[in-house]
């Protein structure tokens, strides 16, 4: 099985962030792939921080994944929601199963 794990923060759609410019690497993921590495998982890590969502298209277009892991929080809900839409409804993904985690919020 082939993951591909990613986010939806594009540095381009946060003009304050690129004022200060101190964006930083997507330690979860990096930690997620790093244990399916150690255990002969297939699996690429997309950091769309620099990219657009055209671009990560591209990229999970040509890998066509068994399944997509997002991290997903309160910032990026609106682009994930969209990523998972153009995912599941376009077969040049290939329906990749769709994982999603990120930070847990208690009301």
Do not use: C, W
Request: aromatic share 14%; net charge positive; proline share 6%.
């Amino acid at each position: 099985m082939s993951i591909i794990l990613t986010h939806t923060y594009y540095l381009f759609e946060d003009p304050k962030e690129q004022l200060i410019m101190r964006p930083y690497a997507p330690l979860g993921l990096l930690y997620i792939s790093s244990y399916l590495n150690e255990n002969d998982v297939e699996n690429h890590v997309y950091d769309s921080t620099f990219y657009s969502k055209e671009e990560q298209l591209s990229y999970i277009a040509k890998k066509r994944p068994k399944a997509v892991a997002i991290y997903t929080n309160i910032m990026t809900k609106v682009n994930v929601i969209k990523l998972v839409k153009i995912l599941i409804d376009e077969a040049k993904y290939g329906f990749p199963k769709i994982i999603l985690g990120g930070p847990r919020h208690y009301l």
